[in-house]
């Protein structure tokens, strides 16, 4: 049985900021996907982003629909259709990262239509980071980036097996000792225009990270892998606003109770933006459900 949702903070609802995750599973094609649509910016400068009517004017003004709505969209949809073309015993590792490459893809196509002269700020590339997988009898073939992740957990609510993070925070530290942006922050135009010019799907770069912009280098940063999946586990996959979520004993502790339908509560509770899950357990072959 497959489950998934994205939730929301109460807050962000309010105020109608675009939802920009997006997921699709399918129980017969044993495929799930998650994408996390990159922010974009309202305006070059957001200095006043620290006060309330900062954040007020930000989110009055973000753009609607978001392009990175749109590239989540993409790849949620490009991954199922990609991996459908192959038989079921094919569809592994190498099919994965073609369907990654094929969202790539039609994201550049995308970008080509609707985004002109790219300035790295408010009329930057639409782009997300994602994660998904596909089943087969006892194990899973996986593919992501970025910050987006996998996860299993036994009926213990144990864990038995997570992706990296391999999001920009576990290179803040390297980026922001880059001579050009000291004494600025995020919120100067120029320190975003420098790392998301040098430092996003720059594979010279050792401390890059990777963005499914559509452009050829984000595939360097798209990692694929093959795990064991026994029947009684549960496979999760997320987006980052549940990571911490996701690896608290609050949540292992759910699953210890068999409680699952407290996912959901416990994550509408605890996400401080947006997050999304994805979740397989229990196989039943009288469970056919479909999400995409």
Same mark, same amino acid.
């Given at each position: 049985m497959t489950e998934g949702f994205t939730v929301e903070n109460w807050k962000l609802r309010l105020m109608r900021k675009p939802v920009e995750d997006a997921f699709g599973f399918d129980n017969m094609s044993k495929i799930m996907a998650v994408a996390d649509g990159v922010t974009r910016d309202p305006f070059e400068d957001l200095h006043n982003v620290g006060t309330l009517m900062g954040k007020i004017d930000f989110l009055l003004n973000y753009p609607k629909p978001s392009p990175a709505k749109v590239a989540s969209n993409i790849l949620v949809e490009t991954f199922r259709i990609a991996l459908i073309d192959y038989y079921e015993l094919n569809r592994n590792?190498?099919?994965i990262r073609k369907a990654f490459d094929e969202a790539n893809k039609e994201i550049r196509n995308w970008n080509g239509r609707n985004i002109s002269n790219a300035d790295y700020l408010t009329n930057d590339f639409a782009g997300c980071v994602a994660a998904g997988i596909c089943r087969l009898s006892d194990v899973f073939s996986f593919g992501y980036l970025t910050d987006a992740g996998i996860a299993v957990f036994d009926l213990l609510g144990n864990l038995k097996f997570r992706t990296e993070n391999q999001g920009p925070d576990k290179h803040d530290k390297y980026i922001?000792?880059?001579?050009r942006l000291q004494g600025?922050?995020?919120r100067n135009p120029e320190a975003r225009r420098i790392v998301r010019r040098d430092y996003r799907n720059n594979p010279k770069e050792e401390h890059s990270f990777g963005v499914l912009t559509g452009e050829d280098s984000a595939m360097n940063y798209v990692r694929t892998g093959t795990q064991e999946l026994r029947g009684d586990d549960i496979l999760v996959v997320y987006t980052d606003g549940l990571e911490s979520t996701i690896f608290s004993g609050e949540f292992s502790d759910l699953i210890r109770r068999k409680n699952i339908k407290g996912i959901e509560k416990l994550c509408k509770k605890k996400v401080r933006t947006e997050g999304t899950i994805v /979740? /397989?357990?229990?196989?039943?072959?009288?469970n056919y459900s479909s999400r995409f």
């Open positions: 590792e190498k099919a922001w000792q880059d001579k600025i922050d995020w /979740y /397989y357990h229990h196989p039943s072959e009288l």
